[in-house]
């Protein structure tokens, strides 16, 4: 738990949020500024900071609730998909530095939906620069 962080105040209860579901690992709760109706966040009790620093435990953890939550939301919210999305780093709009995914629910009805997709879908990348960086991180990987 770190004194400085929001997420960490959630899990303590000093700083207040509609909780929709928690485990000892994890707690969901609803995001306040939703981007569709139903935008939650599931996170570790446990502080980390970002995808980079969480322990392989904590993630499965939140990775397995965040899939019982989106059942239940695919349940009882009358969605049409959901998304994931986490967000690690300032420069890839992280802006709470304690680890979480967003799941989004998505909906036909743009009344409840103000997601939008972040990249130009169908633009072709250069096949030499994407072979390049495959095979580089290939490489790291062993
Ligand atoms: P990030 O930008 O780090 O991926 O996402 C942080 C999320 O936390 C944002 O979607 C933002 O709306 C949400 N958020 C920020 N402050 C609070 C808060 O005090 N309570 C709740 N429930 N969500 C918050
Ligand atoms: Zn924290």
Redesign the pocket.
């Known amino acids: 738990m770190s004194d400085q962080c929001?997420?960490c105040g959630?899990v303590a209860g000093t700083?207040p949020?509609?909780r929709v579901a928690e485990d000892d690992r994890t707690l969901a709760?609803?995001?306040?500024?939703?981007?569709s109706d139903g935008?939650l966040?599931v996170i570790p009790k446990r502080h980390s900071k970002d995808l980079l620093d969480i322990p392989a435990e904590d993630l499965a953890a939140v990775t397995l609730a965040t899939q019982r939550i989106a059942k239940a939301a695919a349940q009882v919210l009358g969605v049409d998909g959901l998304n994931l999305?986490?967000?690690c780093g300032a420069d890839a709009?992280?802006?709470?530095?304690h680890f979480?995914l967003?799941l989004v629910p998505r909906y036909l009805d743009k009344t409840k939906d103000r997601l939008v997709l972040p990249w130009q879908p169908g633009v072709p990348g250069d096949v030499d620069t994407i072979t390049a960086l495959g095979g580089k991180l290939s490489a790291a990987l062993g």
Not at 29 to 35: L, S
Not at 93 to 97: D, E, P, R, S
């Open positions: 929001l997420f959630i700083v949020s509609v709760f609803m995001d306040i500024n939703p981007a935008h966040l999305l986490n967000c709009w992280q802006t709470v530095f979480h967003h």
